[in-house]
């Protein structure tokens, strides 16, 4: 699954990496943040209130491999879960944030994937994405 996951990520990478604003994955507590730059390896985001965020291109990786490994398309989608303890969160957050030094980053993930197609996302709660 993780060549899988490689060869999707190096196939949308460059559209990923284009500067955009975008929304984290809640309706009721979505917040915007900006793709600010980008090389082979990283993203870096801007949040909301000012904050750069780096996000591995492994992190990336991780998040659509745990989607392909465990069928999560549309008829079985993933719990986002997000947390910012880690005990709380859910597995694909912390499969996202294993491979970014231990930083919660699955709620731009998420977006940046939806943004060029290769997920979909419900806002609603239980925010849920899987693999189109």
Known sequence: MNALAQAAISGIWEQATQ???LSTPDNLAGRLFHVISANETSITIETQGGSPITITRDAFIATVSHLARNGHGMTNPC?????????????????AREHNHGTRVINY??????????VSV???RPNRVWLV
Do not use: W
Request: hydrophobic fraction near 35%; include cysteine.
């Open 79 to 95: 719990e986002i879960r997000s947390h910012q303890h880690v005990v709380e969160a859910g597995p694909l957050c912390r499969a």
């Open 122 to 124: 419900s806002r609603d």
């Open 109 to 118: 993930i998420v977006p940046i994937l939806e943004s060029v197609g290769l």
């Open 19 to 21: 500067p955009q604003e």
